[in-house]
């Protein structure tokens, strides 16, 4: 009967552990990095959190350093700007960005005004654009203009860009 051939897992680590500095909870956390990885990128903070419950520190530490060595890591710069694009997309204010990039211990971004004044017209024109075609009045009302502020400072945008927007709005109608 043949045996079939050793075959080593990638990355360095073979199968059967026989290095010395090598233990299996350092291959494990490895592949359990990779298979988070192969989802999505992630930061050297969400991947301690998820690897904390599980392995030791010392373990966590041997785990990121062979990442950053194989360059497996996105830099904390290009992370941010990923996900301030995504979140950018999304909608999302300034302000919820610059949070959820603070939990990720990640950079700040610049901040664009323009392109949060976009946004806000978006998010007016998605949620208030039935509502005050019904009223059939040439312009916002009070009410109205009350109930978009109160709606886009609950979701981050602060007061010069809504009160920027609302003039907009004034002006085109």
Not at 48 to 57: A, D, H, Q, V
Not at 112 to 141: A, V, W, Y
């Amino acid at each position: 009967m043949k045996k079939s051939p050793q075959h080593s897992a990638p990355w360095g680590f073979s199968k059967k552990q026989n290095s010395p500095h090598v233990s299996s909870d350092e291959a494990r956390a490895f592949e359990k990095c990779m298979r988070l990885l192969a989802r999505r990128d992630h930061s050297v903070k969400e991947l301690r959190e998820k690897l904390s419950p599980f392995y030791t520190n010392e373990v966590i530490e041997c785990t990121l350093t062979k990442l950053n060595e194989l360059r497996l890591l996105k830099s904390p710069e290009e992370l941010s700007r990923l996900w301030s694009e995504s979140l950018h997309r999304q909608g999302k204010s300034y302000r919820q960005i610059e949070n959820k990039l603070h939990r990720l211990n990640l950079p700040s971004t610049p901040r664009d005004k323009e392109l949060e004044k976009e946004k806000c017209l978006k998010l007016i024109e998605r949620r208030f654009s039935k509502s005050m075609q019904h009223t059939g009045t040439p312009h916002i009302t009070f009410d109205d203009k009350v109930k978009i502020k109160r709606y886009l400072l609950y979701r981050g945008y602060d007061h010069e860009t809504i009160m920027s927007v609302l003039r907009g709005l004034d002006e085109k109608r």
